[in-house]
Structure formats: C-alpha cells, structure tokens
C-alpha cells in the first residue's frame, strides 16, 4: 500500500526563517499527494495539493511541487509566522481511497 | 466548501459506558466516510471505513464489536465506542469523501476528544 515518510520533527524556527520540511512517497500508480495541518487541540485542514507532476500546490505562503522522479512532495514557506506553529502532515492518495497519514511534523515558530 | 462536523467536540465519560460519536456533511452526499483516532502527539491511525447502507470495514487490529460504525444516511455516519475504558480515551476523527464530476475529495471533522475515566 501507499506510505509517506517525512522528516523527523520537532522543526524549531524563528519568525521569518525558511521553512523547508520534506515529504518522499512510495505508491503504486498515480496518486495525488496533500499537506495537512493541525493546529492545537484541533481536527485537519486541507493545507494543499497536487494532483499530476510538476503541479505546484500553494496557499497561505506555503508551497509544494510534485516531484514524480524523486517521489517527494516538500513543503516549504519563505518566511514563517508564529501561527504557523502546528503538525503537518504529508499524505499521498489514490481516488479517494482513505487517506494514510505519516507521522507528521511538529513545527515550532518562537518571535 | 465542503463542511463535515462531529457531535459532541468532546466527551469524558465514566469506565464501562459507551459513547455514541457523529459525524455527518453539511453540504454534500457522502457514501463514504473514514474513521481515524490520535493519540497525544501521534499521527491518525485509520479505523475503519464506513459505506452507507453497508457493513463496515475495519482495519487490522480494531475491534468491530467494540467500534460499532453505523452510516444510516448519505449524510451521517456514527462511531459507537461500546464498554468504554481509559485505553480508549484519544481524538477521534471522521472525514468525508465526496465525489463531484468524477473528483474524489476528503473532508475531515474537527475531531472528538473522547476521555475515559
């Protein structure tokens, strides 16, 4: 079946920095691949996604690009806020089947 | 956008009682909806999958007989933990999948804490 493999967390910024955290997948087939994040105490949003190679995903100042070669789907912000701070987690998907969630990224943003 | 909601947001409850967990989309049809639970500082784990009118399935090592998930209508999907004790306690997630124009999407609750004393 489908797995994620992302970075080990906690990632521990300062305001501004650049954030990086990198997502690599194994699937079968084609899956789209997704960004959630989880804010404390709360359930997941949909942070991005993308569905064919080469797309690039983005919102709120986050974006990934969908690296079917090196099977990766690294998010990355160029400056960080202190709201930023949550769990992020990466997910590849076949056709709606559910949604197979990897560990997850602590991301910790100090002013 | 797509809107799912989970009744109650969260719950504490005394050893042996079971607890009743809904989950329904406001503002589309879902055949489908999924159940995750989350412990503290850990990843969703997939319980099982809800189809409407259907049995569930269930993945390895959840017990059906004590998540009973009963998916009534295209719009509600409910999550019974039967005989509830401390171990059970966690975050429980539901997400619904809708498909429009052959798109398959997810959409997640926002999660029911459940604590078991």
């Known amino acids: 079946g489908d797995s994620v493999t992302q970075m080990e967390g906690p990632v521990t910024l300062s305001e501004e920095a650049f954030l990086t955290i990198n997502c690599t997948y194994t699937a079968t087939g084609y899956p789209s691949l997704f960004w959630y994040v989880q804010y404390p105490g709360e359930g997941l949003q949909l942070l991005l996604k993308?569905?064919?190679?080469?797309d690039k995903g983005s919102n709120k100042g986050f974006e990934a690009t969908y690296r079917k070669e090196t099977t990766s789907f690294h998010l990355e912000k160029g400056s960080v806020q202190v709201s930023d701070s949550a769990v992020y987690f990466c997910a590849p998907n076949q056709a709606g089947t559910a949604l197979i969630f990897g560990k997850g990224t602590t991301l910790s943003v100090s002013s | 956008g797509a809107v799912v909601s989970q009744h109650p947001s969260w719950v504490i409850c005394k050893s042996g009682t079971s607890v009743k967990i809904e989950c329904r989309s406001l503002?589309?049809?879902?055949?489908?909806m999924f159940w995750y639970r989350q412990f503290p500082k850990q990843s969703l784990m997939l319980m099982a999958t809800?189809?409407?009118?259907?049995?569930?399935?269930?993945e390895q090592g959840v017990e059906k007989d004590k998540f009973l998930i009963n998916h009534a209508s295209l719009t509600l999907s409910t999550l019974t933990v039967t005989s509830a004790h401390p171990e059970d306690s966690s975050f429980y997630i539901c997400s619904a999948r809708r498909e429009e124009r052959g798109v398959r999407e997810q959409f997640f609750g926002p999660g029911t804490r459940l604590t078991v004393l």
């Open positions: 809800s189809n409407e009118g259907s049995k569930a399935t269930y």
């Open positions: 993308a569905t064919k190679a080469d």
């Open positions: 503002d589309f049809q879902a055949t489908t």
